[in-house]
């Protein structure tokens, strides 16, 4: 090779070197322009809850726009188990203009108990943040023989196929726990499942059934004007409104939960500083005193996580949650 011809190749080298990290510090520097521009329009918040959740979720979008700078738009819908609200979602964009808010209802039981259920739970999201863990109970009327559940497993095992419990439908985290109980103790229970929980509601206070599985923020009130006796806690531990109330598992040893919780998920494929902003922005907004508190008072309990907890803890719950749907041979409709 001549000496011009060596210089020049060199040259070249070096040229292609140059571009080479030119290319290599724009891929460095891309996440952060995305994180550092997002959001430049405004945001839409789908909703598949009602209630408690659907009040926690409106707090925490004002919030979230407050300190975001963009309007957070809230779409709800409760159809269909959430399910509607879900599959739009799982169809957006993913670039963080629209989000997620759900409950296991949606994300675990809706695709194990539901035929043709339009997305996959873990492979059409991205997990961005877990928000809470809702606190449920086992009421009964004031005047009812059952002190604890202790009171209520003998009963059943007494009278099996006798008892009746009311839920808000078949599928729901309350039916499951109920069958998690049946199968721990050897008990035969006939469940009453309703359309929704305000008719079961009506039907423990009217005592035309004998035990309700509810959520806290439902059986609250009426627990303390005296309309209703809180037997149990169906969590893992107790809730500081009612600390005198025991769980079911401090009652009856063995005794697991299913899974009750709420969360944000976002279309699959999201940009990871998209999904990191949400995340910090949900757990900031939740975290403000006046919507702990107003959580407190829902009987919902804070329970952040990150975006990769969130997904492992998707995975495990839909595992276990197909187990107890087998072992209580309840079928897909």
Known sequence: MQPAQRIESIGEGAVKIS??????????????????????????NVINVGGGGETIARLVAAKMSESMGQPILIEQNAAAAGSIAAAAVAKAAPDGYTFLYTTTNAQVYRPLLARNVPYDPIRDFTPISKLGEAILCVVVPPDSRFRTMKDIVTFAKQNPGKLLYATSGVGTTHHLSAEVLSALTGIQMVHVPYKDSSQATNDILGARVPILWTIFGTAYPFAISGKLRIVALNNTRRFKLVPDVPTIGEQIP????????????GPRGMPQPIVQRLNSE????????????????LGLVIVTSTPQELGAELKRDLERSAQIVKAAGIKPE
Request: glycine share 4%; no cysteine.
């Open 254 to 265: 063995g005794y697991e939960p299913p899974p009750g919780w709420t969360a944000y998920f």
């Open 19 to 44: 571009m080479w990290l030119a290319m290599l510090a724009s891929a460095l520097t891309a996440p952060a322009a995305v994180s550092q521009s997002y959001p430049v329009k405004p945001i839409h």
């Open 282 to 297: 949900i757990i900031k907004a939740i975290n403000q005193p006046d919507v702990a508190s107003r959580m407190d008072a």
